[in-house]
Each structure stands twice: as structure tokens, then as C-alpha cells.
């Protein structure tokens, strides 16, 4: 399919709505509002397409799924250790829920450690919603990094089982090198913004300071004419090996890999 930098947002932006909306939900309200994101997901070309190329053969999900519902929170997903697999068990997994009138929260149940429905909802926005949502969104990111500046070139999107690869379709101007470079630093500056946000919020003051001082050496780092690439790698390493252990800030997680393929998109 082709696709340019403003038609990638407007995808971006609506699919981020709807995953945040399905993840807060009501758990009255959260089988419907999953229904809209996973509706969304099938009519996306450049979603769906991304998923069905992770395809791989799940044996026996039906019934893991009925007995995770039947099992009072003793029971939940295997979810593996591929992130690929991940997004392919889950996208077949919220389809059997909703096309068998499952209700979400009794997949929740086991995370949330209550019995409370809002809270076993919850529960299930945060630790399958959520991982859905951030391997998509990951992939998103990585196609804007490669688009560049140019907001209205068309671009050639092309999903296969070793990777996407994104090329400059016919007749459209090419963007430079040092342009892209840019813009790929003036995207690291935007997430490690955002990262910083979120590492405000932890409470321990020892990993709070740990996490801003790494997020600094980078942001400081690549403004330099000739950057330490030993230097950058270190931080980030430091980030990631801080930010696994914080396991209430999924977020975080997510924010620093996004953050590990930009910098692995500018300088590896």
C-alpha cells in the first residue's frame, strides 16, 4: 500500500484514541469500545496487514481462552516471549472474546489479584490491551522515522515475514540524507520529553534521579557535533535496565524502546 507522513498520523492519532479508550474502560463498556479498536485495526490496511504477515499457527487458543474465563482468576494468557507472536495471539484472541460474547474482564481477573469487575477491566486494559497497543504503535513510529520530513510524498509500505520495508514510491521527490537525520533527532527529543514525563511520576527518588540523569546524557549527547555512540548505547542500556524493573509503568517500557530504535535508526 502507499501512504504519506499526514495520512500516517491521522492513522496513528485515531488508533491511539481508540486503544486508550478500550484500556480505560468501563468494564460494562469495555467489550463494545474493544469491538470499535479491533474494527478499526481490520479496515487499516496498513495495521492489518502488518499483523497478518506475524501469522503463525495457534494451537488450542479457543480453549485456553474458555478455560481462563471458567478458571476464577487462576488462570491467564501464555502470552510468550516474541513480540511478533504476541501481536498475532492477541489481535485472534480479542476476536474470539468479542465474536463469542466474552466478557474482558474475566481475562483480567488473574492480573488484578480482586474480584472487583472494574478493577479485573482494568487489568485487562493494562496488560493485554495495552501490549497490543504498544507492539502497533512501535511499528508506526518506525515507519515515520524512515518518512522523514516530507509530509506528502507517497510511500510504498511493504510488510513480509523478515520486516517492513518503506520505499519512496514513483514521483515523489527525495528527501536528503542530513534532512532525515534531523528529523529523526528532532523525534528522539520529542520522546525523550515525553519519557521524562513519565519517569516524574515514580515515587522512588533513587530510581527517578537514576532514569533522568541517562535520559539527559542522551538528549545532550546528540547535539554534539561528533556524538559518542559508547556513550549513547551506555544511557540507553541504563535506561532499559531501570525501566524493566519498574513493572507498574508499562509506559516506560514502551517509551524507551521506542526511544532504542531511534537512536539504533541514527547511528548502529
Same mark, same amino acid.
Given at each position: ?20 479508550? @478500550? ?45 481462563? @474465563? ?10 510468550g516471549s516474541d513480540s511478533g507472536k504476541r501481536l498475532y495471539l492477541l489481535y485472534n484472541a480479542f476476536k474470539y472474546i468479542l465474536d463469542n460474547e466474552i466478557e474482558t474482564f474475566y481475562l483480567g481477573w488473574n492480573y488484578s ?96 534521579? @537514576? ?50 530504535k531511534i537512536l539504533e535508526h541514527l547511528f548502529c
Amino acid at each position: 500500500m502507499e501512504i504519506n507522513k499526514k495520512e500516517l498520523k491521522k492513522i496513528s492519532v485515531k488508533f491511539n484514541r481508540l486503544a486508550s479508550d @478500550a484500556i480505560n474502560a468501563d468494564y460494562r463498556e469495555q467489550n463494545d469500545i474493544l469491538k470499535e479498536l479491533i474494527n478499526y485495526v481490520d479496515e487499516t490496511d496498513l495495521i492489518i496487514n502488518y499483523i497478518q504477515n506475524l501469522k503463525y499457527d495457534i494451537v488450542g487458543l479457543d480453549d485456553e481462552i474458555n478455560e481462563i @474465563a471458567n478458571s476464577y482468576g487462576k488462570k491467564r494468557l501464555d502470552l510468550g516471549s516474541d513480540s511478533g507472536k504476541r501481536l498475532y495471539l492477541l489481535y485472534n484472541a480479542f476476536k474470539y472474546i468479542l465474536d463469542n460474547e466474552i466478557e474482558t474482564f474475566y481475562l483480567g481477573w488473574n492480573y488484578s489479584g480482586g474480584t472487583h469487575y472494574q478493577d479485573m477491566a482494568k487489568a485487562f486494559g493494562n496488560e493485554l490491551i495495552y501490549k497490543f497497543y504498544s507492539i502497533i504503535q512501535l511499528y508506526l513510529t518506525e515507519i515515520s522515522i524512515e518518512m522523514g520530513y516530507d509530509e506528502d510524498s507517497k510511500y510504498k509500505i511493504i510488510a513480509n515475514g523478515s520486516g517492513t520495508q518503506i520505499i519512496l514510491a514513483e514521483g515523489n521527490s527525495v528527501v536528503d540524507a542530513t534532512q532525515n537525520n534531523n528529523f529523526d533527532i528532532d523525534i528522539l527529543n520529542e520522546k525523550l520529553e515525553e519519557l521524562k514525563q513519565l519517569i516524574y511520576t515514580i515515587e522512588d527518588v533513587e530510581q527517578k534521579d @537514576a532514569l533522568i540523569g541517562n535520559v539527559n546524557i542522551i538528549s545532550e549527547e546528540v547535539k554534539k557535533p561528533k556524538r559518542d555512540i559508547s556513550v549513547l548505547k551506555n544511557a540507553f542500556n541504563n535506561l532499559k535496565f531501570i525501566g524493566n524493573g519498574i513493572s507498574k509503568l508499562p509506559d516506560l517500557v514502551a517509551g524507551i524502546a521506542i526511544i532504542g530504535k531511534i537512536l539504533e535508526h541514527l547511528f548502529c
